[in-house]
């Protein structure tokens, strides 16, 4: 952009400077000197419609008036027409390829961006070795000449494949972009430009619409999400969470914010959206901050901003929400993903770890290009790679995201001028498709009545013991996570005047968006005799010594004793059947007196807890499989008694 605009004013003043020189234009028809007198004036002031008909009019007076079509080159760049600037560079370049050197950067500019790589290689070279070019103009050219050897790597057919329009039902004669999809594949949510209401000021505003995967495969009509979420304002570029419930948008311009743009959060509570709500410092800034993107188990909140501590112009930054809820101070990553150029449109995937974005800073088809990461367990990132000429192309490509299942990305693009931007997908080859995720779908009911409860949930990834969600079903009972297919899970849920309920399970390969893992979790209520059967607490082998994994549940646990605190409990450790009786008698003893130490130091009255060891004696499953030897392997809670009673 910045190099654009160099060239822009270089050419004005090159062209400025032969009217008050008196040096002669290259072309003798006084006709054509008015046509382009009247097309750079209009020029100077951005009309571009009116500065293009005037100068067409010149060079049809006279197809050898070399500024003419160097300054429609300059218009056609500017508005991006990139085919019409090629063919104006290049009658420049015929007619006087020396009189304005920097002809030949716009000319291989075009080139590139019209997917001419290897025109654009020889151009771009030549003009390296004319003498005066800048170090900025040079540093430019050499980055556009190494996306020129990048895409001639590329054999063949560069980009074969088609995107498909979402249809009627979604676009409009008006523009629609920014696309995100739930994680269920069943609802899109987009902005649209329409016109303002009472037709004062700007014309034309930007509000959310909402359309639904109806049965018959196709997205239904697109709503407008309507007030309090849509104001007479400016709200676009949002990031809807896996379930559906909450959004993370960008709103300019608004009383209560603390740049130009910032980022809100908003909620549906089942029936409307909330009022967008200012994210707040420290992620919104006094600079400007925009297109967020929230991880689906909610804990990083990815977007772009210019404030200090960047790469260059537009740079990613991402926030961390800490156990209190709140966002923490932005963390720039850097050269991992940002450059000196700019950076947009970031788009974390359903798995929380695979980041795509936008950059026009490294080697490209043209324009900006969708790269990829994935963030490692040490938070560092991999390298970024270029999706390749499946997705990107000589445009400019942002605003990409993908569907759990892996398969189906949707962006949008300007395909049609009579249309403007209209939302499109397009089915991603297997090479560049990301992990599948699928979902699991719950429901938290009374065990005796059958009603939705309340509850509060988490899932742990048992093969990195590390939490991946913690949060609160809706007031249904229900919730929604998406997790990749492959793994195995714990899942503790608690609700107040409730037993916990704790499981783990296996998220095998074969769940779908139209067949996802459902359960329904049933809660008894806390009374004499009832148990708990608690499969998150972990040891290791032969070992009585509780992990760090344990804390969570354990947590959850001294919560539930503490809440109901009178009951008196009986902590059961049991074992699989690998050695003998007596060891696992004694393994079992020690590690139901490990729980039970656990809590008195938490503060859990002694009087209040008991120990036993049931070693093998009661399987829950068989003791072959290492699923069968898993569900054996527990602690289990029975309540002895809802009064306590205290041993003088």
């Not at 080139?111 to 070795?129: C, P, S, W």
């Not at 063949?156 to 995100?180: H, I, K, M, Q």
């Not at 990749?484 to 503790?492: A, C, F, V, W």
Request: with cysteine.
């Amino acid at each position: 952009m910045r190099i654009r605009f160099c060239i822009s004013a270089l050419l004005m003043i090159i062209l400025s400077q032969c009217a008050v020189t008196g040096q002669n234009y290259h072309t003798r028809s006084n006709r054509a000197l008015k046509y382009y007198d009247q097309g750079k004036r209009d020029y100077d002031l951005l009309y571009y419609a009116r500065a293009e008909t005037s100068l067409q009019m010149a060079v049809r007076e006279d197809d050898g008036f070399y500024e003419a079509h160097i300054l429609l080159g300059q218009l056609y760049s500017d508005t991006g027409d990139w085919e019409k600037a090629v063919t104006h560079y290049r009658k420049a370049v015929a007619i006087d390829s020396l009189f304005f050197v920097p002809a030949l950067y716009g000319l291989g500019r075009a080139e590139l961006r019209t997917g001419r790589y290897a025109e654009a290689r020889t151009t771009l070279e030549t003009f390296l070795g004319k003498p005066g070019i800048t170090e900025k103009l040079r540093a430019e050219t050499e980055k556009m000449l190494t996306s020129c050897r990048f895409a001639l790597t590329f054999p063949g057919n560069y980009f074969g494949r088609e995107p498909v329009n979402a249809g009627d039902s979604v676009n409009t004669a008006l523009d629609e972009y920014w696309p995100s999809v739930t994680g269920d594949g069943q609802q899109l949510i987009f902005t649209r430009e329409v016109k303002r209401a009472g037709g004062y000021g700007r014309d034309k505003q930007e509000d959310f619409y909402i359309s639904r995967w109806v049965s018959d495969g196709y997205w239904g009509t697109g709503r407008n999400a309507g007030a309090p979420l849509n104001t007479a304002g400016n709200e676009g570029a949002q990031s809807i969470s896996s379930d559906g419930r909450s959004m993370y948008f960008t709103a300019c311009d608004r009383n209560d914010g603390y740049g130009r743009c910032d980022i809100y959060f908003s909620f549906h509570d089942g029936n409307r959206w909330s009022p967008g709500v200012n994210a707040g410092a420290p992620v919104n800034s006094t600079y400007w901050e925009s297109q967020p993107s929230v991880s689906p188990n909610g804990r990083m909140l990815f977007f772009v901003s210019n404030r200090p501590g960047g790469q260059g112009g537009m740079d990613i930054w991402y926030s961390v929400r800490g156990s209190d809820g709140k966002w923490g101070s932005p963390v720039n990553p850097g050269k991992a993903i940002n450059t000196i150029g700019d950076e947009f449109s970031p788009f974390i995937y359903f798995n929380s770890r695979t980041l795509y974005f936008s950059s026009n800073g490294r080697e490209t088809f043209g324009g900006h290009d969708i790269y990829v990461t994935t963030m490692k367990p040490d938070s560092t990132w991999t390298p970024p790679e270029n999706l390749g000429p499946a997705i990107n192309t000589p445009a400019d490509e942002t605003g990409l995201v993908i569907e759990s299942s892996g398969k189906r990305a949707y962006f949008s693009s300007v395909r049609d001028k009579s249309r403007g931007k209209d939302i499109f997908y397009l089915d991603l080859p297997e090479s560049i498709q990301p992990e599948p995720v699928s979902y699991f779908r719950g429901t938290v009911i009374d065990k005796a009545t059958g009603a939705p409860i309340s509850a509060r949930y988490e899932l742990t990834d048992l093969s990195s013991r590390t939490s991946i969600i913690s949060s609160l079903t809706d007031s249904k009972g229900g919730f929604f996570v998406c997790l990749p297919q492959g793994y195995s899970y714990g899942l503790n849920v608690t609700a107040d005047g409730y037993m916990i309920f704790s499981e783990n399970f296996d998220f095998v390969e074969g769940y779908t968006s139209a067949e996802p893992y459902r359960k329904t979790i049933a809660l008894n209520k806390v009374r004499k005799g009832e148990f708990m059967r608690m499969y998150n607490v972990f040891f290791d082998t032969d070992s009585w010594e509780l992990l760090e994994a344990s804390v969570p549940e354990l947590e959850m646990l001294l919560e539930f004793l503490r809440i109901n605190n009178t009951v008196v409990i009986e902590i059961g450790g049991h074992t699989d059947s690998d050695g003998s009786d007596e060891h696992n008698q004694v393994l079992s003893e020690k590690r139901a007196a490990a729980v039970r130490n656990y809590l008195i130091k938490r503060g859990i009255t002694p009087e209040r807890m008991f120990s036993h060891g049931y070693g093998e004696t009661s399987p829950m499953a068989d003791n072959i499989t290492a699923a069968g030897k898993r569900l054996n392997r527990r602690t289990e809670i029975t309540i002895l008694s809802e009064g306590i009673v205290v041993k003088k």
